[in-house]
């Protein structure tokens, strides 16, 4: 929880940070929620995971990371084919 804290802090900075340049940092961003979802997920809450893995893909569709940490949550949620599928996209 601690952990996510940071990470939520984190993400908090570097959009005000991003929006004082006028110019969003999208990867930045986005790496930051995944940051936050593979936080959520390691600590078993997987409806947070989700959500921060949403907020990811919202501010860059083709997020790498984001698919490839939506593909895991996926697999440990027993959706192991859906889970196949996304990697083959990525």
Known sequence: ???????????VVSHIH???LSLPDTE???????????AARGDGQLEAARSALVQALSVDPKCVSAQIEHARLLYIQG????????????
């Open 18 to 20: 991003s929006a004082h």
């Open 1 to 11: 929880l601690v952990r996510q804290g940071i990470l939520h802090l984190r993400r």
């Open 79 to 90: 959706q192991r084919q859906m889970a196949i599928m996304e990697i083959e996209q990525v």
């Open 28 to 38: 930045l961003v986005s790496k930051n929620w995944v940051e936050i979802a593979r």
